[in-house]
C-alpha cells in the first residue's frame, strides 16, 4: 500500500535558521511521481517540485532543495535562510498508477511551518 | 506567473441540490486541469484530472457520478456536485498545467471553494 509519512506536525524556527522538512514514502512500484506543495495562511496552494522516481538528482531552486534518496525512501525538502513569508503548510505527496490503469495521489498530513521574525 | 480563477469562492447550499464550481485560466490554455478536496482538518485528496475535450480521469476512489467534471474549452473546467449532502462540505480546489512550463509538472491553483451543505 501507499503511504506518505510527514512525521513532523510543526515546526518553528527563527528567521534564516535553515529547516528541513522531511518526508516518507512507502511504495512497491518503481515508477512513481513524488510532490512538494505550500500553502500559505491565504490558503492557495503553490507547487514547488516534481520528482520521477528515475530522477534521483537533488533539485536547487533559489533558497529551496530537494534530497531525493531511494535507498531510504525520502524526499525531503530544505529551505536554506528561512524568511517570515516561508511560514506555511508544506505537503508532500505520491502519485502511483494502480494496476486497473488508473492513477492514485497519496498526500502527506502536511508540516506546518512558523518562521519567526 | 500564471493566473487561475475559481468562482464561486464560497457556497451554501441545501442537502439534495447539485452546486456548480468553475476553474478559470485567464491568462494560458490549460489542456490539463485538476480537481482537489481539502478536509477540515487540512488533509488534500486530488479528486481528478481534467483534459480538455475529453473524460475527466478519476482517481481511484472517487465517486464519478457525484462528482461531475466538464472541461469543455482550453479555459474552463467545471465541477459539479450532484445531490449534495453535509458530508460534501469541504474546499475545492483547482488547478492548471500551463503548457508552456514544459515537462516540470508545474500547476497554478486557484483560490479555492468553500462548500458548505446544510
Known amino acids: 500500500a501507499q503511504k506518505v509519512t510527514q512525521a513532523q506536525t510543526e515546526i518553528s524556527v527563527v528567521e534564516k535558521e535553515d529547516v528541513t522538512l522531511d518526508c516518507v514514502y512507502e511504495t512497491r512500484d518503481t515508477t512513481y511521481y513524488l510532490f512538494w506543495y505550500k500553502q500559505p495562511p491565504s490558503g492557495e496552494l503553490v507547487f514547488l517540485i516534481r520528482r520521477n522516481s528515475f530522477d534521483e538528482q537533488n533539485e536547487i531552486s533559489g533558497r529551496y532543495s530537494w534530497n531525493f534518496q531511494k535507498s531510504t525512501s525520502s524526499f525531503n525538502f530544505t529551505i536554506t535562510a528561512s524568511q517570515v513569508v516561508d511560514s506555511a503548510v508544506y505537503f508532500c505527496a505520491l502519485r502511483t498508477q494502480i494496476y486497473t490503469g488508473g492513477f492514485k495521489t497519496i498526500f502527506g498530513a502536511g508540516t506546518r511551518l512558523f518562521v519567526k521574525a | 506567473g500564471a493566473v487561475v480563477s475559481q468562482h464561486p469562492s464560497w457556497v451554501i447550499c441545501k442537502s439534495g441540490t447539485s452546486v456548480k464550481i468553475e476553474c478559470r485560466s485567464l491568462?494560458?490554455?490549460?489542456?490539463?486541469m485538476f480537481w482537489y478536496r481539502q478536509f477540515p482538518k487540512q488533509s488534500l485528496m486530488l479528486m481528478a484530472t481534467s483534459n480538455e475535450g475529453s473524460k475527466a480521469t478519476y482517481e481511484q476512489g472517487v465517486e464519478k457520478d457525484k462528482f461531475l467534471i466538464n472541461h469543455a474549452s482550453l479555459t474552463l473546467s467545471t465541477l459539479t456536485v450532484t445531490s449534495a449532502h453535509p458530508e460534501d462540505s469541504s474546499f475545492y480546489i483547482c488547478?492548471?498545467?500551463?503548457?508552456?512550463?514544459?515537462?516540470?509538472?508545474?500547476?497554478?491553483f486557484g483560490p479555492g471553494t468553500r462548500l458548505t451543505v446544510l
Open positions: 488547478s492548471a498545467r500551463d503548457p508552456a512550463s514544459g515537462s516540470t509538472g508545474e500547476q497554478f
Open positions: 491568462d494560458f490554455q490549460a489542456t490539463t
